[in-house]
């Protein structure tokens, strides 16, 4: 269960990033609702990653949900913000997953 609340408190991360990245585009009151999207997400994510480290090693908590976050964040800029989708980014995306999975098969 706590890996699944891990996976989860990554996927806030993603999505606080991305109010960022929309707040940023945004004007007058939508800015202040992608803020309070930011705000909100961001507690969630964080009040997730402090209940796993109960359990999981800090290590690895850490560096997976910063790994979903940044993994997803590429993803979620190639996408939505039009960002260039080069071999090289692929390619280290790609790597960071591997590392992801390898710290969940290494882990208690």
Do not use: D, H
């Not at 009151?29 to 994510?45: N, P, Q, R, V």
């Not at 993994?71 to 989708?85: D, N, S």
Request: some cysteine; glycine content about 10%.
């Amino acid at each position: 269960m706590n890996w699944i609340l891990l996976i989860i408190a990554g996927l806030f991360e993603v999505a606080f990033a991305t109010c960022l990245g929309k707040a940023k585009t945004a004007s007058g009151a939508e800015t202040t609702y992608w803020y309070l999207g930011f705000l909100l997400c961001l507690s969630i994510s964080m009040y997730l990653l402090v209940k796993v480290t109960q359990e999981l090693p800090i290590g690895t908590a850490y560096a997976v949900w910063t790994g979903i976050g940044a993994v997803g964040t590429v993803l979620v800029g190639i996408f939505v913000f039009k960002e260039p989708a080069t071999f090289w980014r692929l390619f280290f995306i790609t790597t960071l997953i591997a590392s992801i999975v390898g710290l969940k098969f290494v882990s208690n």
